[in-house]
């Protein structure tokens, strides 16, 4: 498994992965080319044998105590194996590394399995946005996670990355 920062370059594979895995809200390319290029967000990408397989992003505002999940996605084949949570970490480490303090992210309620991988890293619930996932008329839940508190464990634990291997 490998992970870098995303670039322009990787829009294509990006949006093959995006549009599979979220069929009916998926992002348009301009906007997805948008958050790449953004100066106050970082992506991922989980390349395996030179295909991009796995991307995430993150939204964190140099100084901000504030970031966001912006999303997560792993092709088909490659779930379930650790990839998500292992991304999910390493956007983590970059919001940290920002300077953020908390982290936040929307989740749809009808997604068990996301909502798993971000309890289990320590996300709680603190809210619902009623409706907010249209057409399916899913509503989000909203988490966040004590960034501080989240890194002081992993560091306990030895198991922290350097966001900077994944440049
Ligand atoms: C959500 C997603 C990124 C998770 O990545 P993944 O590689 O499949 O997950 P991992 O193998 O790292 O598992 C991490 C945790 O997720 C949960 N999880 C993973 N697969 C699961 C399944 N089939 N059923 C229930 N929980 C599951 C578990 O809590 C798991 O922890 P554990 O292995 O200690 O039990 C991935 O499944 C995906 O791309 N889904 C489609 C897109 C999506 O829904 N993105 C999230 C948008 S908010």
Do not use: K
């Not at 549009?19 to 989980?46: C, I, K, N």
């Amino acid at each position: 498994m490998t992970l870098r920062t995303a670039t322009a370059g990787d829009l294509t594979a990006i949006m093959d992965l995006e549009r599979t895995s979220f069929p009916t809200d998926a992002w348009s390319e301009p906007m997805m080319q948008s958050e790449l290029a953004s100066p106050h967000g970082r992506y991922l990408v989980d390349v395996e044998a030179g295909r991009v397989i796995g991307y995430g992003g993150v939204r964190a505002v140099q100084g901000s105590a504030d970031a966001d999940i912006q999303t997560i996605a792993l092709a088909e084949a490659a779930r379930g194996r650790g990839r998500g949570r292992t991304l999910l970490r390493a956007l983590l480490e970059v919001a940290r590394e920002r300077g953020a303090r908390e982290m936040f992210l929307e989740v749809r309620a009808d997604n068990p399995v996301a909502t798993a991988l971000y309890a289990s890293e320590g996300f709680v619930e603190i809210g619902r946005r009623p409706r907010y996932y249209q057409p399916d008329d899913v509503d989000a839940v909203i988490m966040t996670l004590d960034l501080v508190a989240w890194a002081a464990h992993r560091a306990a634990d030895g198991t922290a990355l350097d966001a900077g291997a994944c440049s």
